[in-house]
């Protein structure tokens, strides 16, 4: 089994780092609506994550007595969870700099997004698609790291906003609920062919166009700024993003600065972002560093998530990428079922992991034992593999180990994995390789259209019922 089908950022991360007021928002594709129509789609995909708060229904003036909505498929949506939620969008559109709809607008569309959430939580419950714990306590874990803290630290920031740690796992829970039935229902089914490469190879090379064909891969540096930061701690973080943006301008290993300085843990894989076409890239960062020469230092530009510090590590012409990241690596992958949970497996995993370290067993011959993967009988081998190769969750794993290195359990779609780097290497793409990475390009692209689609289909085939409008 190998792990293709490449999708957009992995929910878990991005639901915590919003949660504590990192926006994975910022690193969304700008769309084509205009800028303040696009910072209220950003907020509205961004409030999907956890955040909502008693201290923010206050703010928007909830009446006392809550009432319903709506009801889709016989499951209520309240006054409350609309004017919670718009308080959400209000705040990362100011953020943004966007401008806000007339109150009646933006109640409307709230209501609609909250309606289609419910759809996909009622598909995702029909199907039989759940989370065990184990996945919820990793994006804790996660989220901790992401913001310099552990978990009775973030719990802490959490309850101060007024969120409980119940009521933020819920809200991961749901929000990784959608992402797996999107997987099982779009992603997975997404299908690309030489024809379609061929023409976005085509498209990426307009006459008149200059920056239509060309591809950059951006170093990034993230100095997060809390929600709600005093003057004097928004000062402090800037301070810090020009330390890092100096630190990486007289620093030619990028990768040193970002482990220095980025609040990302262990930069992503050094900060670099990938080779990819420009349009690809949140508008913030394609304005800045789109027309920089190839080692130019950007930044520190302000954006809802915090500071960003921006470098140009490498340039192509025709959207094709040149030099790339490749990490070989093996692997255990025990499966989820037949008496066997998420927990159960990684309990597992950390023996084979304990009996590795302490030269009991040699991790190729426990994967021939006992990996359910193909790969079983190489002992786990995956060969080398390029960015785009593996599905998000895996990836992102991946790229933060160092050579020898094993991972803790780490859940996927497929399973529950161990993993070990073995070595990494800069290499020159063959051309059909070069090919193999624009069919990811395509890959995304075709499934976040599919994602709208599937998106009004089961929104079509759902019973919903507006009551009283929302005040």
């Not at 192509?316 to 990241?325: A, N």
Request: hydrophobic share 40%.
């Amino acid at each position: 089994m190998r792990f293709l089908s490449k999708t957009s950022c992995a929910a878990a991360v991005a639901v915590a780092m919003l949660a504590v007021g990192a926006q994975a928002q910022t690193m969304r594709a700008p769309g084509q609506a205009k800028k303040s129509d696009a910072a209220v789609s950003r907020a509205l995909d961004a409030t999907a994550q956890p955040a909502a708060t008693l201290r923010d229904a206050g703010k928007s003036g909830v009446r006392s007595a809550d009432y319903i909505v709506a009801v889709v498929n016989s499951e209520p949506i309240t006054n409350n969870e609309v004017r919670a939620r718009m308080a959400r969008v209000a705040q990362n559109v100011t953020e943004q700099g966007g401008q806000l709809p007339p109150e009646a607008v933006l109640a409307r569309e709230v209501l609609e997004r909250l309606v289609v959430e419910k759809v996909q939580l009622q598909e995702a419950k029909d199907s039989g698609i759940n989370v065990d714990d184990l996945t919820i306590n990793q994006t804790i874990a996660n989220v901790a790291r992401q913001n310099n803290t552990d978990h009775a630290g973030l719990m802490a920031r959490l309850k101060a906003d007024g969120i409980s740690e119940t009521q933020f796992r819920s809200e991961i829970r749901n929000q990784m609920l959608m992402q797996r039935v999107k997987e099982r229902d779009v992603d997975n089914r997404v299908k690309v062919s030489d024809a379609d490469i061929d023409r976005y190879l085509k498209e990426q090379k307009r006459p008149g166009d200059a920056q239509a064909g060309s591809a950059v891969n951006l170093g990034h540096i993230l100095i997060t700024v809390p929600e709600n930061a005093s003057p004097a701690v928004v000062a402090e973080r800037e301070a810090k993003a020009r330390k890092a943006a100096e630190a990486a301008t007289a620093n030619a290993d990028f990768a040193a600065v970002v482990k220095d300085f980025s609040d990302v843990p262990n930069g992503q894989g050094g900060g670099a972002m990938g080779l990819r076409p420009l349009s690809d890239y949140p508008e913030l960062f394609a304005k800045a560093a789109g027309a920089a020469a190839t080692g130019a230092v950007v930044g520190p530009i302000r954006s809802g998530a915090g500071f960003h510090v921006l470098k140009v590590l490498e340039k192509s012409q025709g959207g094709l990428p040149v030099m790339i990241t490749q990490n070989h690596a093996r692997h255990i992958l025990l499966l989820v079922g037949d008496g066997m949970n998420e927990a159960q497996a990684a309990k597992r995993l950390e023996d084979y992991k304990r009996r590795v370290q302490s030269g009991q067993a040699t991790f190729e011959q426990l994967a021939q034992e006992f990996s359910k993967d193909g790969s079983a009988r190489s002992g786990g081998d995956l060969g080398w593999s390029s960015p785009g190769q593996f599905v998000p969750e895996f990836e992102r794993v991946l790229d933060t180990l160092q050579p020898g290195e094993i991972s803790a359990p780490v859940v996927s779609r497929f399973g529950v994995h161990l993993i070990q780097l073995i070595e990494r290497r800069q290499e020159k793409l063959t051309p059909r390789e070069q090919r193999e990475m624009v069919r990811n390009v395509v890959r995304e692209r075709k499934a976040e259209q599919d994602y709208g689609t599937w998106l009004k289909e089961l929104r079509g085939r759902a019973y919903v019922e507006y009551r009283e409008a929302p005040l």
